[in-house]
T-cell receptor, first 114, second 114 residues
């Protein structure tokens, strides 16, 4: 257990539905990251926050995706109008402020879109 | 960030050293070498990082060649629990161009056999 928790661990939804995932980082960590991982591939960066500010977004993050970290603590990732191609593991990680600090990953949320 | 090249897989016997290679021939002077691993159904886990000197911690040793174009992660006494995908990542972490995100490739799958 790294101290980063994600909820839910598994989500099955029908195409076109909206889903929301939550990440609780290690409490003293300023930075929070979201990654997506499909089968057989390494994780791909989606976005990251420093405190409550979203500082970088990947072009993978289409307009159907939105992430928030309203109080600089937990974060949510919402996918609207899900598509089958959104099926993946969504990973959250957190780190202390400096870029060289290691990132601690949560167990992930596995999304299956039927 | 510079690209890395890793063989797709390797195996080793339990109790023996596992030497995992990584090529990063286009690495620049301010890029660090990071290693993470991902055990099946878990999030990635930080192992070690270095710039140009060899590094050792409780998990592994990192040997970086003098020209910094390649590195080797050494697990000195592999156990069955070390079976995982190991990712070699290079990134700028300090100063201009510092990059917070991790760019994962496909990694190398290490299988430790009894």
């Amino acid at each position: 257990d790294t101290g980063v928790s994600q909820d839910p661990r598994h989500k099955i939804t029908k195409r076109g539905q909206n889903v929301t995932f939550r990440c609780d980082p290690i409490s003293e960590h300023n930075r929070l990251y979201w990654y997506r991982q499909t089968l057989g591939q390494g994780p791909e960066f989606l976005t990251y926050f420093q405190n409550e500010a979203q500082l970088e977004k990947s072009r993978l993050l289409s307009d159907r995706f939105s992430a928030e970290r309203p109080k600089g603590s937990f974060s949510t990732l919402e996918i609207q109008r899900t598509e089958q191609g959104d099926s993946a593991m969504y990973l959250c990680a957190s780190s202390a402020l400096a870029s060289y600090n290691e990132q601690f990953f949560g167990p992930g949320t596995r999304l299956t879109v039927l | 960030d510079a690209k890395t090249t890793q063989p797709p897989s390797m195996d080793c016997a339990e109790g023996r050293a596992a030497n995992l290679p990584c090529n990063h021939s286009t690495i620049s002077g301010n890029e660090y070498v990071y290693w993470y691993r991902q055990i099946h159904s878990q999030g990635p886990q930080y192992i070690i990082h270095g710039l140009k000197n060899n590094e050792t911690n409780e998990m592994a040793s990192l040997i970086i060649t003098e020209d910094r174009k390649s590195s080797t992660l050494i697990l000195p006494h592999a156990t069955l629990r070390d079976t995982a995908v190991y990712y070699c990542i290079v990134r700028v972490v300090l100063g201009p161009g510092a990059n917070s995100k991790l760019t994962f490739g496909k990694g190398i799958t290490l299988s430790v056999r009894p």
